[in-house]
């Protein structure tokens, strides 16, 4: 089947602009997750959704960062006044219980 | 929280040697440490994982260990090719039939070199 599906593969934005980030993950899995790699960088959590139950913010930097899940399906990544340090790559990734982690390819970020 | 750490951050080796991999992580309370492997322009890949009722697992050229008395686990991969270059991440996640965050490790580029 179809694996995770990060839209657009690539973003260049100004300063400023609002951007956003769409995960469509792996039918029936029911958690998803956001990380961010900077250049040459690890992954840093930023979000997860677990089914119906809260998600956890913890790793969002700053409240320019936000993101929605509808039910069990697509996630956007919305992050307002970008900022040339918000460059980077953002991965998402779905898995299903007890299952590991499914990345998508990401979506590379670059704000000039 | 959970803090994963990990060595080397490079690591060059002819091809047919061997390359290791290490982590430690520091929340006894982690049960679950996959090994992703993540070539240029892809997102990460499993290639395995072990969970903490095992103290070693092996899939072809590829193996990972675990002592979890002193928290560190590592990946091992044998008869080195080129196509093994890629970056290498450990992860550390407490899965307790729910869904956890997992943290991950910060990676070790590897070159093999033909």
């Known amino acids: 089947g179809a694996g995770v599906s990060q839209s657009p593969s690539n973003k260049v934005t100004e300063k400023g602009k609002d951007v956003e980030l769409r995960c469509d993950p792996i039918?029936?899995?029911?958690?998803l997750y956001w990380y961010r790699q900077r250049l040459g960088q690890g992954l840093e959590f930023l979000i997860y959704f677990q089914g119906n139950s809260a998600p956890d913010k913890s790793g969002l930097p700053s409240d320019r960062f936000s993101a929605e899940r509808t039910g069990e399906s697509v996630s956007t990544l919305t992050i307002q006044r970008t900022q040339q340090e918000d460059s980077a790559v953002y991965l998402c990734a779905s898995r299903s219980y007890n299952s590991p982690l499914h990345f998508g390819n990401g979506t590379r970020l670059t704000v000039t | 929280g959970e803090n994963v750490e990990q060595h080397p951050s490079t690591l060059s080796v002819q091809e047919g040697d061997s390359a290791v991999i290490k982590c430690t992580y520091s929340d006894s309370a982690s049960n679950y440490f996959p090994w992703y492997k993540q070539e240029l322009g892809k997102g990460p890949q499993l290639i395995i994982d072990i969970r903490s009722n095992v103290g070693e697992k092996k899939d072809q050229r590829i193996a990972v260990t675990l002592n979890k008395t002193a928290k560190h686990f590592s990946l091992h991969i044998t008869e080195t090719q080129p196509e093994d270059s890629a970056v290498y991440f450990c992860a550390a996640s407490k899965d307790s039939g729910g869904y956890q965050k997992v943290t991950f490790g910060t990676g070790t580029k590897l070159q093999v070199i033909p």
């Open positions: 039918s029936g899995h029911t958690a």
